[in-house]
């Protein structure tokens, strides 16, 4: 299944199969790891060395409490915001 | 990286509610978010807090994004956007050029440019070197397909051609080696799954 969760991350799966895997992949805690680290060993190829402290993490949790949601009128792109 | 569009499917289901669509791309793409913001921005917490915001006007933003281009240039635009933003709140800015950003010799490493934590640089230093280590290790042919996709950037479809085998066989050495480094990289990275994601 961890084949999967590398299919995922490379956005290799069929449309229809892309669900079923993120709901594998976030129901298992080693699938879930497994898709993070298979993410960091591609950055640390490109040369992105990191430490592996949380930053994912702080960014759901930062999102969460300034209770982002998605806004039909809001526009990323339109400068100071 | 390779093909264009494949994120597609996650941006459709984040558009659609499902947040972990979305989570899915943070922990895919902050790394590469964070080294080019680290152009623009100097010091690990300011990068971060950058980042941050960067993700945050992505996902309010996620009904508009079109498809027109592929998700990682959107949300580097954004990112720049952010990046900008913060610049000109800071008193001592000057942006050199049209929002040029400043050329930096220390540019990036997301929570390792701070020289005074060096258990963070040492952390990071670590990884690397276990991912180094395992990937000579690697059997050839699986080492040289994962190098084909990370770090020089082909497509599956185009590794496959490069190196005459089924695509099928592509994804599957990709994973393979994947997971070999991974597996070593463990017990350099701990049990903190929590953590990650």
């Given at each position: 299944?961890?084949?999967?969760?590398?299919?995922?991350?490379?956005?290799?799966?069929?449309?229809?199969?892309?669900?079923?895997?993120?709901?594998?992949?976030?129901?298992?805690?080693?699938?879930?790891?497994?898709?993070?680290?298979?993410?960091?060993?591609?950055?640390?190829?490109?040369?992105?060395?990191?430490?592996?402290?949380?930053?994912?993490?702080?960014?759901?949790?930062?999102?969460?409490?300034?209770g982002a949601r998605i806004e039909p009128d809001y526009d990323p792109l339109a400068g100071d915001q | 990286m390779g093909e264009a569009n494949q994120d597609t499917e996650l941006v459709r289901l984040a558009q659609a509610g499902d947040e972990r669509a979305f989570e899915a791309l943070v922990v895919k793409y902050q790394r590469r978010i964070a080294r080019h913001v680290a152009r623009y921005v100097r010091g690990a917490g300011d990068v971060e807090d950058v980042v941050q915001e960067a993700f945050i006007r992505a996902y309010r933003g996620l009904a508009s994004f079109r498809g027109d281009s592929a998700f990682y240039s959107w949300l580097y635009r954004i990112a720049t956007n952010a990046a900008l933003s913060f610049l000109k709140r800071q008193p001592d800015?000057?942006?050199?050029?049209?929002?040029?950003?400043?050329e930096r010799a220390d540019a990036f490493e997301p929570?390792?440019?701070d020289a005074e934590d060096p258990e963070r640089i040492l952390m990071a230093s670590q990884i690397a070197d276990a991912v180094q280590r395992a990937l000579a290790r690697l059997q050839p042919e699986l080492a040289e397909a994962l190098?084909?996709?990370?770090?020089?950037?082909?497509p599956y479809a185009e590794i496959a051609g490069m190196l005459g085998i089924p695509i099928g066989t592509v994804r599957t050495r990709i994973f393979r080696a994947?997971?070999?480094?991974?597996?070593?990289?463990?017990?350099?990275?701990?049990?903190?799954r929590d953590r990650r994601w």
């Open positions: 299944m961890a084949l999967k969760a590398s299919l995922l991350l490379d956005g290799q799966l069929a449309p229809g199969e892309t669900k079923a895997a993120l709901d594998e992949t976030t129901a298992d805690p080693v699938l879930r790891d497994r898709y993070t680290v298979y993410g960091l060993v591609g950055d640390v190829l490109r040369g992105n060395s990191t430490p592996d402290d949380g930053y994912t993490m702080r960014i759901l949790e930062r999102m969460r409490r300034e | 800015t000057v942006l050199l050029g049209d929002d040029a950003p400043e929570g390792v440019s190098t084909l996709y990370e770090v020089e950037g082909k994947r997971d070999f480094i991974a597996k070593r990289l463990d017990p350099v990275l701990g049990p903190q």
